[in-house]
């Protein structure tokens, strides 16, 4: 069965200090990839999809960046933090062309 | 424009009851999904159900089950006997077209729902 990692599940990190989220995906291989942002009390905003490795699509500007080193991994940087990037981060996989996404536990920064 | 509409920001239910959380949409693509994911509080999404553009029934899975009608735009969640731990946000979410990499889904922002023991 496949099953979706994402850590840490709790950050606390000052403003300015560099970022680096990860998710792995187990069990599939060649998944499109997700990073989402939840704001508190709000739904979820697409921040970067991947298709494949080293494919990287941006859906707002940001401080944010998203790589994908290897076929089941995603990650999440940023070299600065700001106040406003607190919140809820959640990795989610698909099957290309299949329509349900799967989500990880999800990461809770708040940028102090 | 919002993509995904869900007008219920709260909803209080009596348990054993059925229960429907509205969703509206807006696409001008012939091709969609539209999909309901439940968020305990632990935060994790849990997908419930899905309903394809060109499905001709309605999607069930179980207690829930998704009351399309595609004229109005309109992808209701239906619970039915609802439990005390269907209590979560839930969200009502798509996805347009049906292109290799356009599996993203677009969210509402979600009902809070509470089952009253």
């Known amino acids: 069965s496949q099953t979706i990692h994402q850590w840490p599940a709790t950050l606390v990190q000052p403003v300015g200090s560099p970022l680096s989220l990860e998710c792995t995906v187990e069990g599939t291989s060649n998944p499109n990839l997700y990073w989402y942002r939840q704001a508190a009390g709000r739904g979820l905003q697409l921040l970067f999809y991947s298709v494949g490795i080293g494919q990287i699509s941006s859906e707002v500007p940001q401080n944010l960046s998203a790589s994908r080193p290897q076929d089941r991994q995603f990650i999440l940087s940023s070299k600065k933090l700001l106040l406003s990037d607190s919140g809820f981060y959640l990795c989610a996989w698909s099957r290309p062309r299949q329509p349900e996404a799967f989500f990880g536990q999800g990461t809770r920064l708040t940028v102090v | 424009a919002q993509k995904i509409t869900q007008t219920q920001p709260g909803m209080f239910v009596q348990e054993k009851e059925a229960v429907t959380l509205d969703c509206t949409y807006d696409?001008?693509?012939?091709?969609?999904?539209l999909f309901w994911y439940k968020q305990p509080s632990s935060g994790e999404m849990i997908f419930l159900i899905y309903q394809g553009s060109y499905d001709q029934q309605n999607a069930t899975e179980g207690r829930y089950s998704l009351n399309f009608q595609k004229a109005r735009k309109s992808a209701n969640l239906v619970i039915s006997a609802s439990q005390l731990g269907d209590s979560a946000m839930y969200f009502c979410?798509?996805?347009?077209?049906?292109?290799?990499?356009?599996?993203?889904?677009?969210f509402g922002t979600g009902t809070r729902l509470t089952i009253i023991p």
């Open positions: 696409t001008s693509d012939p091709s969609y999904g």
């Open positions: 979410a798509m996805r347009e077209g049906r292109g290799f990499g356009n599996e993203k889904l677009t």
